[in-house]
Structure formats: structure tokens, C-alpha cells
């Protein structure tokens, strides 16, 4: 359901799912940089993308699509791997941070939840729950090793370089393929397993 939609019908909600949904993205490309900063490329920072500043990362097209479909993204932060000393290590490192970045935030939020316990169905429950579920669907999806999502690039880390030229000539329809795939309800076991996945591991430490 697009958040026009839930603004319309519940705008308590809306704040409750918005915040969380916004800054989980926002942590998810700030740790792409945070990690390419840390190996040695600076071009985030030098960009002003290392910032909570929301309109430093929202994409017009992408924000549209999340409020008309519910479906969108923000605009991928900067990286120049020429400036990180092992490119390929870097590289996916780098692709990997978001998810990382994601799965902590869903520890944190389901931690949260059960050390204060908070009122079921009140506002504190609503955000942690929103917050936790975002994050491992943003987690899980990003999994989906299909250019431009983070595990392509992740696998492509692994891969003889004559099969990644192959990932990278897919990327400028990778999110057209991604859309007709989710459509067609062929992705959801897949994000189902990487859910499940993400939540076991959460388990491991919970």
C-alpha cells in the first residue's frame, strides 16, 4: 500500500511507519560510505552524503514511487573504489554495509521491545515493530542478488571478472527486471528465506 494511501486513512500511522521506513533507509546508504570512508575512500564525505539530512539522500522519483506504491529507493551514496587499496575486498565490504546496517538496526529495535516491554498496540510497540520489520525487509531485499541490489554486488565480489562484466551490463534494467519479478510474486520466497535467514541470526544474539 503506497503511504498516500495510509496517510489518508491513518496519519498516525503514517508518522509511526514514516520515520522508521526514512531513517532505515538513510543508515542503510550512510554505512555504504561509513565502510568506504573507513577503507579509504573519502567521496561520500566530500559530497556531504555522510549526513542524516534526509533531502541529501531522497531520490525524487524514487520517494514518489514509495508514496504512490509503496515501493522506492534513495539515491545510492557515492563510492570511488579506485581510492580503496584492495579494490575487490572493498568492494564487498562496501556493498555489504547496508544490510549489516540494517540487520543491527532490526536487533536493536527487536531488543528494545522486549526490555521495555512496552504497551501492546501503543505508540512506543507500533515504532519498534515497524522499525524491526523494515529493517529486515530492507535487510532481506537487498539480498536479492540482482544489479543494482547489494547482493550483486556482493556476489560479483567472488566472481571471475568475464561473469561480472555480465552482472554490470544488466544493472541499467536490473530495477525494471526487480519490479516485473515482485509483480509476478516470483521474489517472495526468496525474501521470504533471507528473512528467515536475518531473524535467525538476530535469534543468535537475542
Known amino acids: 500500500m503506497g503511504l498516500i494511501k495510509l496517510l489518508i486513512n491513518d496519519p498516525i500511522t503514517f508518522v509511526l511507519l514514516a520515520i522508521p521506513l526514512l531513517y532505515s533507509v538513510i543508515v542503510h546508504e550512510l554505512a555504504h560510505g561509513w565502510v568506504a570512508l573507513i577503507m579509504g575512500d573519502n567521496t561520500a564525505k566530500r559530497l556531504g552524503r555522510l549526513t542524516l539530512n534526509p533531502l541529501k539522500h531522497l531520490d525524487p522519483l524514487g520517494t514518489l514511487m514509495l508514496f504512490i506504491v509503496g515501493f522506492g529507493w534513495a539515491k545510492p551514496v557515492p563510492v570511488n573504489l579506485q581510492n580503496i587499496q584492495n579494490?575487490?575486498?572493498?568492494?564487498?565490504?562496501?556493498?555489504?554495509?547496508?544490510?549489516?546496517?540494517?540487520?543491527?538496526?532490526?536487533?536493536?529495535?527487536?531488543?528494545?521491545?522486549?526490555?521495555?516491554?512496552?504497551?501492546?498496540?501503543?505508540?512506543?510497540?507500533?515504532?519498534?515493530?515497524?522499525?524491526?520489520?523494515?529493517?529486515?525487509?530492507?535487510?532481506?531485499?537487498?539480498?536479492?542478488?540482482?544489479?543494482?541490489?547489494?547482493?550483486?554486488?556482493?556476489?560479483?565480489?567472488?566472481?571471475?571478472d568475464n561473469i561480472r562484466y555480465l552482472f554490470h551490463r544488466l544493472e541499467p534494467y536490473g530495477f525494471f527486471v526487480i519490479i516485473i519479478l515482485l509483480f509476478l510474486g516470483v521474489l517472495n520466497p526468496v525474501i521470504a528465506f533471507f528473512r528467515w535467514m536475518i531473524l535467525s541470526i538476530i535469534g543468535l544474539f537475542l
Do not use: C, E, H, W
Open 87 to 160: 579494490r575487490r575486498t572493498g568492494f564487498v565490504l562496501v556493498s555489504a554495509a547496508g544490510i549489516v546496517a540494517n540487520t543491527i538496526f532490526a536487533f536493536v529495535a527487536i531488543l528494545a521491545m522486549q526490555l521495555l516491554a512496552p504497551q501492546p498496540q501503543g505508540p512506543t510497540a507500533t515504532f519498534l515493530y515497524y522499525l524491526a520489520q523494515i529493517n529486515i525487509i530492507l535487510a532481506a531485499f537487498n539480498l536479492i542478488p540482482i544489479p543494482p541490489l547489494d547482493g550483486s554486488k556482493i556476489v560479483m565480489g567472488f566472481l571471475p
